[in-house]
């Protein structure tokens, strides 16, 4: 049986693009499967790669078999994390009408910013994120590059003014890390709080 949306807590958008940070990605879908959200998942071909390189995961191309793939993973209910194909125009995260209120794209590569910049929707990723702008939802973006060219400046300020948040994949070392997974938790646990989302993987500021 087709799980309903009145199943999850909420639905979100999450895009994986082809910048470096592939552990944030993972780990953010892995709280969001835990928090009981649905996700609609969005993978460029890039992703794919970088996917392979920094985290070790072979993801299938294929939407249908993406989201078995990290249904498996992550261990999500049926239907609970859903993929699309860059043309699938007709998936509900191109539409004003039913797309998902919130989106967050993780790692952010600085073309898609450009894209999303210039509203050029030439992707159901950026497609996605134009409408979020445009219907007022919350998007955020984790940009992952170093250093800022003043383009990619112009560019952030930019989606910032749109209301965008801007959350550069940087973790803090206040909480004395002790691996790699501590730095990233940090970073994916400042993208649940500003997504509202009840998180246990760092206490707020003053209650460590």
């Known amino acids: 049986m087709s799980q309903t949306i009145t199943e999850f807590n909420g639905e979100i958008s999450l895009a994986l693009t082809g910048a470096s940070g592939m552990p944030y990605a993972v780990n953010l879908l892995k709280a969001l499967v835990e928090a009981n959200y649905k996700i609609h998942l969005l993978i460029s071909s890039?992703?794919?790669?970088?996917l392979?390189?920094?985290s070790n995961l072979?993801?299938?191309?294929?939407?249908e078999s993406a989201a078995k793939f990290f249904t498996q993973l992550t261990n999500a209910k049926a239907e609970q994390i859903q993929c699309y194909g860059k043309d699938e125009w007709f998936s509900p995260v191109a539409s004003g009408s039913s797309a998902p209120k919130k989106m967050v794209i993780c790692p952010a590569s600085m073309g898609t910013v450009s894209a999303i910049v210039t509203g050029a929707s030439d992707n159901l990723i950026e497609r996605a994120a134009d409408v979020i702008i445009k219907e007022k939802g919350q998007l955020i973006i984790l940009p992952r590059e170093m250093p800022f060219s003043a383009i990619h400046l112009d560019n952030l300020a930019k989606l910032a003014h749109l209301g965008v948040t801007v959350m550069p994949a940087s973790p803090g070392f206040y909480h004395q890390p002790q691996n790699i997974d501590d730095l990233v938790n940090f970073v994916v646990a400042r993208i649940l709080d500003h997504?509202?989302?009840?998180q246990t993987l760092m206490s707020p500021w003053g209650y460590q």
Do not use: S, W, Y
């Open 46 to 50: 890039a992703a794919l790669v970088v």
């Open 52 to 54: 392979k390189t920094e």
């Open 58 to 63: 072979n993801v299938p191309a294929k939407p």
């Open 195 to 198: 997504l509202n989302i009840k």
